[in-house]
């Protein structure tokens, strides 16, 4: 999409710092992580949403993740974890379909916070989710 922020980078229009790309992904930094070494995993092919995304693409970043991203974020930072983050319409800054994945490391204090008063009890939300009977 011409308008796109992160299709603008896919094509070298803005710069990013892309630590791994192929025909159909690449992964940079996010320019305001969350600890050393956060970076995005995007497709070349513009798509909103995981809801949106065709199954081979997501299985393919899904590999490259698990076979090259962590174990190079591993080996060269020594991260302790990674938390992976995926947001989709209300959250989502950018709608191009981006997969965040968050090193971390002890003490990093990284979290995703809540308002507690928004809480249902979790039986109500159990008999909202459950399979129909
Ligand atoms: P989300 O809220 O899940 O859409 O996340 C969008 C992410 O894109 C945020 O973490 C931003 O810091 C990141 N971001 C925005 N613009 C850029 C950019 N030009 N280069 C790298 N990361 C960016």
Do not use: W
């Not at 983050?85 to 800054?93: A, D, F, K, L, S």
């Amino acid at each position: 999409m011409n308008d796109c922020l992160f299709c603008k980078i896919i094509k070298g229009e803005i710069p990013a710092s892309t630590i791994y790309e192929d025909d159909v992904m690449i992964v940079f930094l996010d320019i305001n992580p969350l600890s050393n070494g956060h970076v995005l995993a995007i497709p070349k092919d513009h798509q909103r949403t995981l809801f949106d995304m065709d199954q081979k693409v997501l299985a393919h970043m899904l590999e490259v993740i698990k076979t090259i991203i962590f174990p190079r974020l591993q080996e060269r930072l020594s991260i302790e974890g990674l938390t992976i983050v995926q947001n989709n319409y209300y959250g989502q800054e950018v709608p191009h379909f981006h997969i965040h994945l968050v090193p971390r490391y002890q003490d990093d204090m990284v979290d995703i916070t809540r308002n507690t008063a928004l809480l249902e009890s979790t039986d109500l939300i159990f008999e909202k989710l459950k399979n129909n009977s």
